[in-house]
């Protein structure tokens, strides 16, 4: 007789538990006396066999030639349709049809479309050449100040200067102000 390969106890001490607890010792005594959980004590006081239950058969389904056949006339009459659609399609007439198997007999066939991998496009910053970059950064106030202050800076794209100025405020009317000089002060746009 085969154990479970994660098995607590013996065959020997599962009768010993049952023959235990029917002469009337606890089943916190048993969990102690064999180190092991409540409901492994517990279940085999309840089986009348201390043998370990059989473990469910599954069955390898043999896919037929005429399944087979179905899968390659249907995808031939229907080239655009993937497996799980022709699974669907074939299960009123094979109740057992699934995508795995169709897809399995299709790429065994060569039916499978073969897609090109997409080349993703390289991002880049759209660099114009009129393009300014606003970015404002809340820094501490300095030197004993509370509160913050704000850096509002401008970045012409195409040529990477930068106008910063620091400010108490981020309002419009300041940030609007910013630019005005900003523009003033970076390279002309040509």
Not at 56 to 79: F, M, S
Not at 87 to 111: D, H, M, P, Y
Not at 137 to 163: D, M, N, V
């Amino acid at each position: 007789m085969k154990l479970h390969a994660n098995a607590a106890l013996t065959v020997a001490q599962r009768k010993q538990v049952k023959s235990l607890f029917e002469n009337g010792v606890s089943v916190p005594e048993l969990i102690a006396r064999f180190n092991v959980h409540e409901t492994t004590v517990r279940r085999w006081i309840k089986r009348d066999s201390p043998v370990d239950l059989p473990s469910p058969e599954r069955t390898k389904r043999v896919v037929t030639g005429e399944y087979e056949q179905a899968i390659i006339k249907y995808r031939r009459a229907n080239p655009s349709h993937g497996a799980i659609r022709i699974a669907l399609a074939l299960q009123s007439n094979f109740a057992f049809a699934n995508r795995g198997t169709v897809a399995i007999i299709l790429k065994r066939e060569g039916l499978t479309k073969k897609t090109k991998p997409r080349l993703k496009p390289k991002w880049q910053i759209p660099v114009g050449r009129h393009r300014l970059q606003c970015d404002v950064q809340e820094l501490p106030a300095i030197k004993g100040s509370t509160g913050f202050e704000y850096k509002i800076s401008f970045i012409h794209l195409r040529t990477r200067w930068k106008h910063s100025e620091i400010h108490l405020d981020c309002q419009t009317e300041t940030v609007a102000a910013v630019y005005q000089r900003a523009l003033d002060s970076l390279p002309p746009f040509l």
